[in-house]
C-alpha cells in the first residue's frame, strides 16, 4: 500500500514538475503542453463524444487482437507441449520474437488483408501468439507428474485434460504472457494506424500532430497512456492474486 | 474366491536412455489380492513400490505379465472402482481443498447438494474442517496428502492403492490417520492395499503382509498377521505386535543392507 502510494507519488510530482517547466517557459508550450491543458482537452473530447467515435475501432481491434492472441497462443502452446518434437525444431525461432520489428510487415498485411480492421488485428496479435505460447509452455514443463496420473485416473482424455487440468494449472505463468500480449495488443493497433489506416486513435493522433493541433493531441496520448496504464495495473492485481493463491508469489 | 486384484507374471524394465543400461525395476512376480482384506506391501526403497502401483492401476504398460481387477484384463486405463493415492502430492493447486475433493464426484455427474454433503463428511474425516476454502499451497505437505486421501475416498473405490500415503506425517498423525484407515476400511467393505517402508505401520493394519526384495522387487515372503477386523493403534502396545514386527524386520533385514549396498554379513 505504502509502495502503490509512493509511486502515485512520484508520478503526480513529475507532472507538477513538467506543469511547472512550461508555465515558468523552461519547456516551450509549442513542444509540449502543460499537464494541466492536456486534461481540460481530454474531458472537452471526452464531452464531445468525439473521443469515442475515434476510440472505438481501436478497442474493437485491440479486443480482437488479445483474444486471438490468447485463444491462438494457447492452441498453439498446447500443440507445441503434444509434439516435442515439432517443440525442439522451432522454440529457438520462438525464443527471440520480441527482436522480431513486426511492423516491417504491416506494408504486406494490408496488400494480404486489406485496408481495414483485419491487417491492424493482425499485426496486434502476432507478438502476443508467441508471448503465450511459450508463457503456456513454460507452465506446462512445472505440470507435476502425478497431477497428470491422476488425470488419467479420473479417466480424463487429452482434451478434458488440457482444459480440467494443463490450463488451469498454467494459468498464472500464462497470464504473465497474456499481459504482454495486451500491452503488445495496443502498440500494434495503435502503431498500425498511425500508419496507415481509414480511422482510430492512432490515426486521429497522427492528425493532429499534422495540424499542430496540441491539444487534441495531447489529449489523446493522455488517455491511451490512462487507458493502457489501467488495463495493466488491473491485469497485475489479478496476476498476483493468482500467484498468492498457489504460492507462487 | 475370486481374486480382486490379481497380478500374474508381471516384470518391468525401463528402457535404456541416452547412455544408461535398462534399468530392471520389477518382478517378475505373483500377487493376489483379496477381496476385501487390508494388505500392505514393504520393501527397501527403490524396490519397485510405485512402479508395482502404476502398473496395478493401468497407468504403466507391464514389461511381461498381466493384471485384472475383478476378473478383467487392466489394460492402459484405470478401472472404474479402483483408487489411488500417489507417493507425492498430487492436489490440484488452483482448486480449494473441497474443490479438490469433489473434483472426481462433480466429473461422475452426481447433483450437487450431493457432492457438497460427501465432500463436507470427508473434510470432517481427514480433519480439514477448517481448511474447506483453502487453496492446497496454504497447507502443510501432510495436509495436502490428507486432501488426496480424501479426493480418492470420497469416490468410494472398491479397491483402494495407496503409495506410502502417511510419509509426510508427523508420527502421531500417522497412527491417527491409520486408525481412521481402519474405521474407513470396515465401513465401506473395500480392499486396501497399502504400501509403506514403515514395518510398525504394516504390522497394525494389515491382514496380511507382503515383503518385497531390493530391486527388481519380488515378493519374498507372505505374513498373516492375525488381527480381528476391530483393530487399532492400541496394538502397539500388544506383545504380539512386537513379536510380528520382529519378524518382519528379520526377513526384510538382508534386503535392506542389499538395497544399500552393504554387503550379507550379519551386522
Ligand atoms: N521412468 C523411469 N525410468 C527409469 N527408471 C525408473 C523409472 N521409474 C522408476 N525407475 C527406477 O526403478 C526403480 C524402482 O522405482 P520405484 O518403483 O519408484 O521404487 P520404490 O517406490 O520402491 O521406492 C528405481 O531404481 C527407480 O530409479
Ligand atoms: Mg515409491
Redesign the interface.
Known sequence: MALAAGRAGIVLALLLALEAAVRWGAVSRNAVAPPSDMVAALLRLAGSGLLWRLAAPTFAAVAAAIALAVVGGLVFGLLLAASPRLRRAIEPLLLSYYAVPIFVFYPLLIVVLGLGPLPLVAIGAAFGVISVALSLLQGLDRLPTPILKSARLEGLGPWATAWHIRLPFAAPFVLHGAKLAVAAAFIGVIGGEFILAPNGLGRAIANAYNDFDNPLLYGLLLFVISVVTAVNLGLHAFERRLREQRGLA | MEAHLRLEGVAKVFAASGRSAPVPALGPLDLEVRRGEFLSIVGPSGCGKSTLL?IA?G?LAPSAGRVSFEGREVRG??P?GL??V?????S????TVSENIG??LR?RGLPAQAVADRVEEAIRLMGLSAFARA?P??LSGGMRQRVCIARTLVTEPRLVLLDEPFAALDAQTRLLMGDELLKLWRRAGATIVLITHSLEEAALLSDRVLLMSARPGRIIETLATGWPSERSSDLLTDPRFAALTQRLWTALAPEARRALGLGSEAA
Do not use: E, N
Open positions: 502404476d492401476a497407468l486405463a484405470t472404474p483408487g489411488v500417489f507417493q507425492q502430492d498430487a490440484y493447486p488452483w482448486l473434483f472426481g466429473r487453496y499451497a496454504q
